[in-house]
């Protein structure tokens, strides 16, 4: 039975890891596995007696969670050099200290979700198995959904509501958050790391060289006509000033965040999501239909305007193929920047915030206003969840301490200690007159540190544990008034370019009701959903390419993309999608 529960897993997150793009590697090995056996120290207590398990809890919300110290087990990806040894951590430490609870730590360095689905068939799990912020180390609703089913992780409806005093408030704060992370037989398995930052919801920008706008005496595009006629003048009017004819009007790389030249430059034309919920280029329309925009007239009239441009000159021909790193030495090689305009999530993706300021010369255009006068944006609305962050496994004998273990990090005290670092170190509490992102009186300032120093390593534990960071929390931090002040950390800088870029954007996102959210699937949906995807996508992606240009020519050949699409299961897809939205979220 254990060998078919560790075959039948394997498979599931094999599946989830196609549908989601996960891309883990296959080295190294997990660390040790020690069993889940959660004792105290000082007072022997029998498994699973909840009532003695009480005795030795002091009132959810504060601090120490138990009287008589209890030892918990974690798994664990390793997150790298940020975090350092977790077991030598300095904020390890001090939580143990504050909580009276040590850990043992099951620290697992690659290939971590198949390290999970060993130790769950293994039968021999820790109390508590943590995902970290990254999506490829991450569980899907559709594994977690797998594990409670074969009651190997345990409900967290009753736990949540006796002993989670601070997610609990979160919860108040978040109330589509409950929906979000009920499993369809009712019951809560996971809890997330919750993340409402700006740039993590609005990652679609156009950085634009204003530099080269100044130079040449053109304001900042607002419409498609208008980007057209600028990189124009990037093209012929030596923008940067070296005497060469050296200049990129437009350039992008092969994969990174929102660096499509179908998404920013396309959504004038038709709404086109970046796929980072896993689905594609989707969304819901008025009536709750599923969208796939690649095969929407829009998208045609989208692909035209971006043939346009290469077949002008206007972008750069190596976009296709070139990584981040050939784009940063491209602009940061020679006497002067060579890339008017690139779209990207963060303006690292063409230069090198250490090596140069170059970066300065960039700054994000707002949603470009379409024929139709259409302004939009897309809106990773769910993505602030990070769902599946932590179970607790039904190997735990005392889930009411690991609970309130876990609750704590949901307290703004646990949220700063692990984000912001060390209270008179890594920062200070603001004083009086001085403002935040939103101009309103600010709560912390960040101070700048040597973390070339051994003293300022392996202090904090960042995004390896859960967190709440609402937008209010990023309005509260002073940011400097000019990112770009060559006084400022470029990292401080490039933050706060981020944030002010990302609520710029804001205005125009798509509406949250048009945002498709993370869902449950069946194991058999989830093994055709990502054999179709992966036909889909890949035919797309070579169709884009082609249409973009010119080998395939777009109204010649779009009945036969359509049909093409048709053929390989579209409709299918999309189905099945619409199934699972229409049964768990209308």
């Known amino acids: 039975m254990r060998k078919k529960v560790c075959v039948f897993i394997s498979v599931v997150i094999a599946l989830a890891m196609l549908l989601t793009g996960c891309n883990v590697s296959d080295k190294g090995s997990a660390g040790s596995n020690n069993k889940g056996n959660t004792t105290t120290a000082g007072s022997e207590t029998a498994a699973g007696n909840t009532s003695q398990s009480d005795s030795n809890l002091n009132a959810p919300g504060t601090l120490p969670v138990v009287k008589n110290k209890v030892t918990l087990s974690i798994m664990l990806p390793q997150v790298g050099t940020a975090l350092g040894d977790v077991k030598e951590n300095l904020q390890t430490k001090e939580i143990e200290e504050k909580t009276n609870i040590h850990i043992e730590w099951q620290e697992v360095p690659t290939d971590y979700l198949n390290q999970v689905s060993i130790i769950f068939a293994s039968g021999d799990m820790p109390d508590m198995v943590f995902s970290g912020a990254g999506g490829d180390v991450r569980m899907s609703k559709t594994l977690i959904s797998q594990l409670g089913a074969q009651g190997l992780i345990i409900p967290l409806n009753d ?102 030249l179908d998404g920013f430059l396309m959504n004038p034309f038709i709404l086109t999501p970046s796929g980072v919920n896993g689905y594609g280029k989707t969304w819901i329309d008025d009536q709750g239909k599923i969208v796939y925009s690649p095969i929407q007239p829009g998208y045609k009239e989208g692909l035209k305007y971006l043939h346009k441009l290469y077949a002008e000159g206007l972008i750069y021909k190596e976009s296709f193929t070139q990584d ?54 897309d809106n990773n609305l ?20 690991a609970m309130q273990f876990i609750d704590y990090f949901y307290s703004e005290e646990g949220t700063v200690r692990s ?45 390896a544990f859960p967190t709440y ?62 054999r179709l995807k992966t036909s889909i996508e890949s035919f797309v992606n070579e169709s884009i390419v082609k249409f973009i240009t010119g080998y395939s020519d777009i109204d010649a050949e779009w009945d036969n993309y359509l049909k093409q699409l048709k053929s390989l299961g579209i409709d299918e897809y999309l189905g099945i999608l619409q199934n699972a939205y229409d049964a768990q979220f209308k």
Not at 343 to 370: F, I, K, V
Not at 433 to 460: C, H, M, R, W
């Open 419 to 463: 984000v912001l670092g060390r209270e008179g170190i890594d920062y200070k509490y603001a004083e009086a007159g001085q403002k935040g992102f939103d101009g309103s009186q600010a709560k912390y300032v960040q101070i700048p540190v040597d973390t070339t120093l051994p003293e300022n390593q392996n202090v904090s534990w960042g995004q």
């Open 324 to 377: 981040m790193k050939t784009q940063q030495n491209l602009n940061e090689s020679g006497d002067a920047p060579v890339i008017g305009a690139f779209p990207a999530m963060r303006p690292g993706y063409a230069n090198n915030l250490t090596a140069s300021n170059r970066w300065h010369q960039y700054d994000s255009l707002l949603p470009l206003e379409g024929p139709s006068g259409q302004r939009i944006t």
């Open 469 to 530: 960071r609402p937008v209010s929390f990023y309005k509260s931090i002073v940011y400097p008034e000019n990112p770009y002040d060559p006084n400022v950390d470029p990292m401080v800088g490039r933050m706060t370019l981020f944030f002010r870029t990302s609520m710029a954007l804001s205005e125009y996102a798509q509406k949250p009701e048009s945002v498709l959210p993370d869902m449950f699937f069946s194991a058999d949906d989830i093994s055709t959903m990502s």
């Open 382 to 401: 769910y993505l602030k969840y990070n769902p599946n962050f932590v179970v607790i496994t039904s190997n735990c004998k005392y889930p009411e301490v």
């Open 159 to 260: 736990l949540i509501e006796n002993h989670a005093f601070h997610f609990k408030k979160v919860m108040e704060e978040l109330p589509e958050l409950r929906k979000f992370m009920t499993n369809p037989d009712g019951n809560i398995y996971s809890l997330p790391s919750i993340d409402d930052g700006p740039h993590i919801q609005f990652q679609q920008k156009m950085w634009i060289n204003t530099t080269w706008l100044k130079n040449l005496g053109l304001d900042m595009p607002k419409t498609t006509d208008e980007f057209y006629q600028v990189l124009v003048a990037f093209r012929d009017n030596d923008p940067n000033q070296n005497g060469k004819k050296d200049e990129i009007p437009l350039s992008t790389v092969k994969s990174g965040s929102a660096v499509e």
